[in-house]
């Protein structure tokens, strides 16, 4: 058997390794296309629309949240309250007795209780706001101007009623409001926060009497209902509103989670560095946990010790942009371990984590 040798030029597999990287880039693309975001509202916007409704100014869906405990999502569409579907946005039913209208401008507007989630608020811009605390009756707010960018409710208490907000376009911007009635009457306070999207604003209720906020000096603390103020901490938080969890409360950072045991008079890090905008949502414990910021969407499985990233953040293809440091509303279902978001404009989309 004659034997033959094949001779390769000098470079002949560098040129191979540099084919196999370009099909490898050329790859990448189509593995983030896998990050398929189904659109889950339009066939509601459209049945609603064909039936004579109006929807409000810009249109489309703004707010999501998720019933940690069910998997339920509620959205608010536009101008029409909000609605509920127990399929993943198969089939929605409207679900606050048409007490909300108007629309979120941010992604703490509307918000649920974490430890119990059928309790939860819906603050509105151009609209309505109210709430719910057994998540059957709603109570609509007191409307003031044009209302409002976020608020913190009083989560802690078997009966909440106390309740701090940020208004919206306010002169001079960042007007806070404090109710201890549950929204029939607001009384403003002499702090401000900063109502540019890219700049730190925070405000939170603890307790009835104790509150805390920040607008990028630090944590500020009362413990005389808003009366007098003083700082707890140097961190400041990029999340709008504290997050009530087993006892606990959450705020995130661009290093990562900031824990409170004491009503916000002590703030640590917890566990490892990541950016947060939005979150913590907990699926079944306080070590399973799904944040968002500005390097996209992360889960921890062990209370913050790492973080693994699981999805990117949603592209704009209409409306307003799914930026999670205001317009951008995510929502995190760990029953069925799905995403969703909307923004003003736009409909709601699920992914599939």
Not at 38 to 50: A, C, E, H, M, Y
Not at 106 to 118: E, F, M, R
Not at 275 to 288: A, H, S, T, V
Request: charged residues 20%.
């Amino acid at each position: 058997m004659q034997t033959h040798h094949y001779r390769t030029r000098p470079g002949f597999f560098s040129v191979i390794a540099l084919l196999i990287c370009c099909l490898n880039f050329i790859q990448t693309p189509a593995a983030q296309a896998a990050e398929d975001w189904k659109d889950i509202t339009s066939p509601l916007l459209g049945r609603l629309t064909n039936s004579g409704a109006k929807l409000g100014y810009p249109g489309g869906c703004s707010g999501v949240v998720v019933n940690r405990t069910n998997g339920d999502v509620t959205i608010k569409v536009v101008g029409l309250g909000l609605w509920r579907s127990s399929d993943q946005g198969n089939e929605w039913k409207q679900i606050d007795d048409k007490t909300i209208s108007g629309r979120d401008e941010t992604a703490w507007a509307t918000s649920a209780d974490q430890n119990s989630p059928g309790r939860m608020v819906s603050f509105s811009l151009d609209g309505s706001a109210g709430w719910t605390t057994d998540g059957i009756h709603w109570k609509k707010f007191t409307t003031l101007g044009r209302n409002w960018d976020f608020g913190s409710v009083d989560w802690a208490s078997p009966d909440p009623k106390t309740i701090i907000a940020a208004k919206h376009e306010t002169n001079p911007p960042g007007e806070v409001y404090v109710t201890q009635d549950g929204g029939v009457t607001w009384k403003q306070l002499a702090i401000h926060v900063n109502s540019n999207r890219d700049k730190i604003s925070m405000v939170g209720t603890m307790t009835a009497t104790t509150f805390i906020y920040s607008k990028g000096g630090g944590i500020e603390r009362s413990q005389d209902g808003g009366v007098s103020w003083t700082k707890v901490s140097d961190a400041n938080p990029q999340t709008r509103i504290p997050v009530l969890f087993a006892g606990k409360h959450y705020l995130g950072s661009t290093n990562g989670l900031l824990v409170s045991r004491d009503l916000g008079a002590n703030w640590k890090e917890q566990g490892t560095a990541v950016n947060i905008w939005q979150g913590p949502f907990f699926g079944r414990d306080e070590k399973e946990i799904l944040v968002v910021g500005k390097d996209g969407i992360f889960v921890t499985r062990n209370g913050a010790e790492n973080w693994k990233r699981v999805a990117a953040l949603k592209k704009k293809e209409s409306g307003f942009l799914f930026i999670p440091n205001w317009f951008g509303c995510y929502a995190w279902d760990p029953v069925n371990n799905i995403l969703y978001v909307s923004a003003m404009g736009n409909p709601v989309y699920k992914l599939q984590l």
